[in-house]
């Protein structure tokens, strides 16, 4: 009598719970536009939610403790003119997103520490370059700056967010609608699938294919999930790749090896409602405490709940064989180098003593001057010119006065924040 031998794996056992009623995000009016990207985008510091908005598109943007109701009035991040169909926060920066709108457009924002006043409404950057809607918006692994879009005008875009320049455009590769962009670890190369049903392996600084022909899987797995799309999250420190049906009501698990069957089924976790959409925190925002492996924002029609994935241990000391270094959040290389045909890998950092955000810091674009670049088209006319050049200072006093009034009414929306949060103290007390 032969005994069936079973694979040993440390993830074997991982589970998921959700959190407490009281830990959850509700009234949060999630955005009902049809598009496959997954509607939310968690960091160490906040929750962002693509949301229902009158008259142009929006996403809310909640500080990872504010958790319970929300507040009807609460600001949103508002700028597109069109609903808002991807968001993605920079690794490097928790306090930088991006958006992309059906607008053709994409925005990269700053969001405060503290919770604004009013609406935010003035992005720190606009890229335009797409002709069609953009659904896909990407940020490099490893170097500053480099942020990806992809669009319904089958074009794929690299930009370097520091300048506002357009880096690569990357046409004549797909011939059809282009439906996720992926990228490999240290950023050398990016993967798209296609409506075409095809899979490439791009070189992007190379502007070349450099595979697609993938006729024969080396696994296969049958997924009896519903006909929505599936958003799949990879860990790469515990090799687990997570897949969550859009409409279905599971977050089914797997993990990765390198000898066969190299998929390896390990568990559903499986509630009554479907998910709108989903968020999956970086490592460096989890509780090492309590040997959390992955948490994931679900997102219902009007609430968003925390889906905590945790491996069993008795033990309270840390879990160095769960929590290898990872990716932290400096950038490895400046853009320039990496346009250049450098590469490196991510910067790791330890999780032993738990991950603390760094405070915010400022992304400054600086726009190269086209005058320095280009000579300006037509003979010179000295008058024009001359006119033009004695208005600079004027100009430039303009502009800073504009910079000086911002930063006072920044310091005064702080302000009233912290004032707001003292009396909730207070009321708080008094209940």
Known sequence: MSRRVVRQSKFRHVFGQPVKADQMYEDIRVSKVTCDSSFCAVNPKFVAIIVESGGGGAFIVLPLAKTGRVDKNHPLVTGHTAPVLDIDWCPHNDNVIASASEDTTVMVWQIPDYVPVRNITEPVVTLEGHSKRVSIISWHPTARNVLLSAG???????WNVGTGEMLLALDDMHTDLIYNVGWNRNGSLLVTTCKDKKVRVIDPRKQQIIANNFEEPIALQEMDTSNGVLLPFYDADSSIV?????????????????????????????????????????????????????????????????????VPRKSDLFQDDLYPDTPGPEPALEADEWLSGKDAEPILISLRDGYVPIKNRELKVVKKNILDSKPPPGPRRHSTCDSDFSQQPALEEVLEEIRALK?????????????????????????
Do not use: W
């Not at 959409?277 to 009007?302: N, Q, T, Y």
């Not at 930063?407 to 209940?431: C, H, P, Y």
């Open 407 to 431: 930063e006072t009414v920044q310091a005064q929306e702080k302000r009233i924040s912290d004032l707001e949060n003292k009396l909730g103290q207070f009321t708080n007390g008094t209940d």
């Open 242 to 310: 997570y897949l969550c049906g859009k409409g279905d009501s599971s977050i089914r698990y797997f993990e990765i090896t390198d000898e066969a069957p190299y998929v390896h089924y390990l568990n559903t976790y499986s509630s009554k409602e479907p998910q709108r959409g989903m968020g999956f925190m970086p490592k460096r925002g989890l509780d090492v405490s309590k040997c959390e492996i992955a948490r994931f924002f679900k997102l219902h029609e009007r609430k968003c709940e925390p889906i905590v994935m945790t």
């Open 152 to 158: 319904c005008d089958n074009l794929v875009i690299l």
